[in-house]
């Protein structure tokens, strides 16, 4: 019998990027708004989470310092606007795993997830072991 267990991921303001993630070996739980995310964390066994900066109803990182001054250890991806120096100082200074612009590629998203949540990326590894025909 083998048992297959995968990491429950939190992704919260960040729809536009869930397609890039489906491969993956996680279950993505998508939420638009910081109090549901609060909501998921105490019902839900949760492993990593990704979370734009600025939500709507919790806005300039506050759902991202509640979450990092409960679970520190954490794994967790902030998403930032693009050249906005101060979110990303202010997300870094928490702690957070990495730090990604909103504007960056779904290649590039998909890239730091795996990276953060220690996995092989698929579409990666397809293409190192590639084959090309003579």
Known sequence: MYIVAK????????????ESLKELPIRLICLNRGNDAV?????????????????????DGAFLKGLKSIRPDMPTIAVI???????????????????????????????????VLGLRDAAVLEDLYAVKEL
């Open 39 to 59: 909501r998921s964390l105490k019902n839900e066994t949760i492993h990593s989470v990704i979370s734009h900066w600025h939500l709507k109803d919790m806005p």
């Open 81 to 115: 606007e693009p050249n906005n120096p101060q979110q990303e100082i202010q997300a870094r200074s928490l702690g957070v795993s990495a730090v990604i612009t909103e504007d960056c590629s779904q290649e590039h998203f998909r890239q730091i997830v795996c990276g």
């Open 7 to 18: 990491t429950n991921v939190l992704a919260i303001g960040v729809y536009n990027r869930v």
